[in-house]
């Protein structure tokens, strides 16, 4: 049974990657031919959801839908541009600003947060935006992979690892992946300094937006401090990290509706969670958990194993670079859904820790998708910001920015982790 169940995925990976605005239902259906085929098991159902995973991301979703609407990311914004220079330096603060933002929120709020002020500045200096957007995008791709909530894909690890919120920092004893992100950041930062060091024009004085609702900042704060105390405390459930998130949420949307007097207005940040995204990721854990039952994540993990030969170094390389490859062209969430379950058989077989294979699927998964305009949805929500403004954004226009960005991002990373964990 094992051939159906690959050609059910092969088939399912195939129209997800020819129609994408439909992958949540192409998703769904097939995990639902799973289901009825007996290749998932109905007892099986519950333990192939990951419910953290679902509830973290549908809880920050909706806090950060509050975040917005009070305008704190726009006052932090209008006090960086205050304190720089000329162009050059703003269009660097920004990006930087939108990496330090996206290490906690969405990366495509975190641009729908930057892009406008980016826009504003280029109106008002009569310069061309598109450079400027670009490269908030693909800076806030880059800081995804920094904490536990900075992504999807980084929910996702983090949960399969059975990580928490400071184990991202330090892990084993050792400085973890947010320091791998940040020397990327880093050096790609020196990218951006160098192509835009013509643009010296200053920057003009903008009235500072007014915050209307402190709340909301504090109960992103407090999703944050409330993951770090809970990666302290011994004996919490599984799915803490979950419920931290939807508790928040659970006090904004009842703070909103005593706020506004108003029930309406406590449904606005629900819709603002993106359930297609959900939706998603519910239909890929019952589809990895139908191909697992049949053996072909098994599989998988033999033939990555028999390309490597028994070198670590060797499979840690095609795992990173395989995914900054697949990540330039395949949405990352599908992806890396698959590739958690293929990377810890691999690693069991192998009889090796899996903390480098797990740094490497993710630092090259995220990263890769800065390399092409439909990589990364923070990409494609850039796009289409500058798009809507009359801007036409050519392959090669984001390439001159994304190829050299992420080369000077990935690299870095590739080292560090591997030298950190991998000797």
């Not at 495509?108 to 670009?134: D, G, Q, R």
């Not at 998708?369 to 050519?394: C, F, M, Q, W």
Request: aromatic share 10%.
């Amino acid at each position: 049974m094992m051939l159906p169940a690959l050609i059910l995925f092969a088939i399912t990976y195939i129209l997800m990657l020819c129609f994408g605005k439909y992958r949540p239902y192409i998703a769904l259906g097939s995990a639902a031919v799973f289901l009825i085929t007996g290749m998932l098991p109905a007892n099986e159902i519950l333990g192939a959801i990951d419910f953290n995973v679902l509830m973290m991301i549908a809880g920050t979703m909706g806090i950060v839908s509050l975040f917005i609407e009070s305008k704190m990311p726009s006052l932090l914004a209008d006090i960086i541009l205050e304190k720089v220079p000329n162009v050059k330096w703003a269009v660097v603060c920004l990006a930087l600003f939108a990496g330090v933002i996206s290490a906690f929120v969405d990366n495509v709020a975190t641009v729908l947060m930057v892009a406008p002020v980016a826009l504003e500045i280029s109106k008002k200096l009569k310069i061309n935006p598109v450079a400027m957007i670009i490269s908030i995008a693909v800076a806030s791709n880059l800081q995804g992979a920094a904490t536990l909530v900075g992504d999807t894909t980084a929910i996702m690890m983090g949960s399969y690892a059975n990580m928490n919120f400071l184990d991202f920092f330090v892990y084993q004893g050792k400085a973890s992946i947010f320091f791998a992100v940040e020397l990327g950041a880093l050096c790609s930062t020196l990218i951006l300094l160098w192509m835009f060091r013509k643009d010296k024009a200053p920057i003009p004085k903008f009235p500072r937006t007014k915050v209307t609702d402190y709340v909301p900042t504090i109960l992103l704060s407090g999703t944050v401090v409330l993951l770090i105390i809970a990666s302290f405390l011994p004996g919490m459930p599984a799915n803490i990290n979950g419920i931290i998130c939807m508790s928040l949420l659970a006090v904004g949307l009842v703070y909103t509706a005593v706020r506004n007097h108003s029930l309406k207005a406590a449904l606005k940040p629900i819709g603002e969670i993106d359930f297609e995204t959900i939706g998603l990721l519910v239909g890929l854990f019952l589809i990895i958990g139908g191909i697992s039952n049949m053996g072909v994540i098994d599989a998988m993990a033999d033939a990555l194993a028999r390309l490597g030969g028994s070198s670590v170094f060797l499979i840690y390389t095609i795992l990173v670079w395989a995914s900054v490859a697949c990540s330039a062209f395949v949405d990352n969430i599908p992806y890396v859904a698959t590739m958690l379950p293929v990377v810890q058989g691999l690693a069991a077989k192998m009889g090796v820790d899996p903390t480098v294979l797990y740094f490497g699927l993710l630092s090259g998964a995220t990263l890769g998708g800065n390399l092409t305009p439909i990589g990364a949805s923070a990409n494609i929500t850039g796009i289409g910001i500058l798009r809507r403004e009359g801007h036409e954004v050519k392959n090669s226009d984001f390439m001159r920015i994304g190829v050299p960005f992420t080369l000077a991002a990935i690299i870095p990373a590739y080292i560090y982790i591997w030298l950190v964990y991998g000797i």
